[in-house]
């Protein structure tokens, strides 16, 4: 079956632009996670959502903000874009929160 | 807030050496999952343990989880090049409305 499907897989943008990010998780799964990770950095958990509602969501500023459609299909956009927003973008879906999640290959998004 | 500390922050092993990462916690988890990212690539969940005194094992690798259910550690026996990464635990704490809280990841280096 599919796996996790993140689009677009690369982005460049200005400083000040915003961005939209887009996860289709697997079929069937209704739990999407999002995470930004660094080079050297760890994964930064930015939220968490099941069913459309968002469940837990990170330290981050206002400027990051999520949803989930009826289809479980997920988005992330980041307005006003700052230099130290440029990272991998991960999305991870699962069938319920309890189990392990499959992530999908990350949207590498560069703020210049 | 809920912390889960993983060392070490590296590894460096001859071929054919064995490698371990341990994860701790202040306070009880329900469950620890663990994953692996090999350079440039996304994070593959390995495996997810639930139970008190917990061991699995998945051929050369060997998952453990505390009595306490405060610990877990990752074991590899007789490390390949096909071993290197970075293994991230990740624990979900009942009362953070289970949210999956991330280590910071050991990264294993194969020496030449």
């Known amino acids: 079956k599919a796996g996790v499907t993140q689009t677009p897989r690369y982005l460049i943008k200005t400083r000040g632009q915003q961005v939209t990010l887009s996860c289709s998780p697997i079929?069937?799964?209704?739990?999407v996670s999002w995470y930004q990770q660094t080079p050297g950095q760890g994964l930064q958990f930015l939220f968490e959502?099941?069913?459309?509602?968002?469940?837990n969501k990170g330290n981050f500023p206002g400027r990051f903000s999520g949803r989930q459609f009826s289809n479980s299909r997920s988005e992330m956009n980041v307005s006003t874009l700052e230099l130290g927003d440029s990272a991998l973008y991960l999305c991870?879906?699962?069938?319920?929160?309890?189990?392990?999640?499959?992530f999908g290959s990350g949207t590498r998004l560069t703020v210049v | 807030g809920q912390q889960v500390m993983q060392i070490p922050q590296y590894q460096h092993v001859q071929e054919g050496e064995d490698f371990t990462t341990y994860c701790n916690s202040s306070?009880?988890?329900?469950?620890i999952q663990w994953y692996k990212q090999r350079p440039g690539g996304h994070p593959v969940f390995l495996i997810q343990?639930?139970?008190s005194g917990e061991v699995k094992k998945q051929k050369r690798l060997t998952f453990q989880f505390g009595e306490a259910k405060k610990n877990s550690s990752l074991h590899i026996t007789a490390t390949q090049t096909t071993d290197v990464g970075t293994y991230f635990c990740?624990?979900?704490?009942?009362?953070?409305?289970?949210?999956?809280?991330w280590g910071a990841g050991t990264k294993l280096i194969i020496k030449p």
């Open positions: 991870a879906s699962s069938p319920r929160t309890v189990y392990g999640y499959t």
């Open positions: 079929s069937g799964h209704r739990s």
């Open positions: 959502y099941f069913s459309e509602t968002q469940r």
């Open positions: 306070t009880t988890l329900s469950n």
């Open positions: 343990l639930v139970k």
């Open positions: 990740a624990g979900r704490f009942m009362d953070s409305n289970y949210q999956l809280i």
